[in-house]
């Protein structure tokens, strides 16, 4: 496995992508040397019955975010299927597009503490995890040992969280006609407003 070209995988719903998002994966791929970084906007994750911009739009705006990084891609491969989408289903068909590829999963702390399909996802890729406010380092710990007695989990952990922004903090500004300056790629806000997204 380690002479297959690393590429970093960075899941989301997106709604919108944001700087923060973009942020965690360059920290990830400089922290592993990464080939580059595919990210996954959620067609229907399990966990958000709803959301606010289709997953058209969501993977659009994950494409104007990342087409000025010649490290990052925007993948199609969750907003095309059907029904409802897990992390272990995407890997089993990346990993079957892709046989040269070593996948690494970036993820935050909060994650870790609760990963689906566990044992099965284990076996297709490495995690590279990030720090998140409020988890704290002892429960990390804890799960990192869980993880790599019971799966043999490969879980690299990195130093770094990325800056603390929200997707629902930015909702709700572009609901109020509020500035996202600093918070979204300028194109992604763009197109939020020639869409008109997020509004009341």
Request: hydrophobic residues 40%; charged residues 20%.
């Amino acid at each position: 496995m380690s002479s297959k070209t690393r590429v970093g995988l960075m899941g989301g719903s997106f709604d919108p992508i944001h700087l923060g998002h973009i942020a965690i994966a360059g920290e990830a791929r400089d922290a592993l040397q990464l080939s580059h970084v595919l990210f996954l906007p959620s067609g229907r994750p399990p966990h958000k019955a709803h959301l606010g911009a289709s997953p058209a739009q969501r993977l659009e705006m994950t494409r104007l975010a990342v087409e000025p990084l010649p490290w990052a891609q925007a993948s199609d491969v969750e907003v095309c299927r059907q029904g409802t989408i897990y992390t272990v289903d995407t890997l089993q068909i990346l990993s079957s597009q892709h046989p040269e590829a070593a996948f690494y999963y970036i993820i935050g702390a909060d994650t870790l503490l609760d990963l689906p399909n566990t044992q099965k996802v284990c076996t297709l890729c490495r995690f590279i995890c990030l720090h998140r406010p409020g988890v704290a380092d002892e429960a990390i710990g804890t799960a990192l040992e869980d993880l790599r007695s019971r799966y043999g989990a490969q879980v690299h952990l990195v130093p770094a969280s990325g800056p603390d922004i929200s997707s629902t903090e930015i909702r709700r500004r572009v609901a109020r006609g509020q500035s996202t300056e600093g918070l979204l790629p300028g194109a992604v806000r763009a197109y939020i407003d020639r869409e008109n997204l997020y509004r009341l």
